[in-house]
């Protein structure tokens, strides 16, 4: 890092801030790619520190962190009070597994809930439902910041809010407004202060590579300014991202991430030349502060 002989501003999340002569500019994390598994599920990833918990459209799996399965639920939908066809991206929490769910069809998500799982068995428990007054048309992930009481909603085809409910009870509490929101949403999860969001907003069909972005996770904001985080260049192949989360004993991010199917819209088209089928993928990176 460059170090600078007279007093300078630099800019963060938070503001200028001036710097000290002999002192050096803060440096973003950096994630170094260490290994690539393949699974089973297409939607969401999470991780309690031992093993990866990844969701299928209407699936769950649990994998070992060398990618052996060790338990699956094919049909993770039929128990839900509301019927559902789409699960999103997944978190889990205090021996709890959830999940967002809704019923997809024709660019909007109908009866929408946070779907909770025992994490050992992958049953289902119970449902949170959302709360159409939000303006949350869609829930593309889940995500849990357990020290804010705060269970946090994304939304793929209106990605301008984030949403936000009370762990303990359930409640919609606030939405929070990003400042600018990132293109088709697919993930989201808390780390160090901040919600993680992948997005699929590179088009694979021009060979582009989709993208991290990082937001405050204040609680009491109604509005917080998007960063960039990572373009994902180290994918096998252009595709379509997805879920995202954390382990933290670990320093590690783990992304999940789909190629060999064109989607378009959100929709299935066939596949790419040389592919028979799609294939799933979990990336594990190592963060480099």
Request: proline share 3%.
């Amino acid at each position: 890092m460059p170090r600078f002989s007279s007093t300078v501003l630099f800019l963060s999340l938070f503001g200028w801030h001036a710097i000290a002569a002999g002192s050096e500019i803060p440096a973003a994390a950096g994630y170094q790619l260490l290994r690539v598994i393949e699974v089973a599920g297409r939607q969401g990833v999470a991780t309690d520190g031992e093993r990866y918990f990844v969701s299928g459209n209407t699936s769950l799996y649990v994998y070992s962190k060398s990618g052996g399965l060790l338990v699956g639920n094919e049909a993770a939908l039929q128990d839900l009070p509301r019927a559902g066809n789409h699960i999103g991206d997944i978190d889990v929490h205090n021996g709890e597994l959830y999940a967002g769910v809704e019923f997809f069809e024709d660019g909007q998500g109908k009866d929408i809930q946070i779907a909770v799982y025992d994490a050992v068995t992958l049953r289902y428990r119970r449902s949170i439902p959302w709360e159409p007054a939000s303006g949350q048309v869609e829930v593309s992930g889940v995500a849990i910041d357990a020290a804010d009481n705060s269970i946090w909603l994304s939304d793929w085809v209106n990605g301008r809010y984030l949403y936000r409910y009370e762990l303990d009870s359930g409640a919609y509490a606030a939405r929070l407004h990003l400042r600018a929101p990132p293109q088709w949403q697919q993930g989201v999860a808390y780390h160090a202060g901040f919600l993680y969001l992948t997005a699929d907003d590179g088009d694979a069909e021009d060979q582009e590579v989709d993208n991290l972005w990082r937001v405050p996770a204040g609680v009491r904001d109604s509005a917080a300014y998007v960063t960039h985080a990572h373009a994902f260049h180290e994918f096998r192949q252009v595709g379509e991202i997805e879920g995202i989360t954390f382990d933290d004993a670990a320093g590690e991010m783990i992304v999940l991430a789909n190629r060999g199917k064109r989607i378009v819209l959100g929709m299935p088209k066939g596949l790419y030349p040389g592919y028979d089928r799609e294939i799933h993928e979990l990336y594990v990176y190592k963060i480099v502060e």
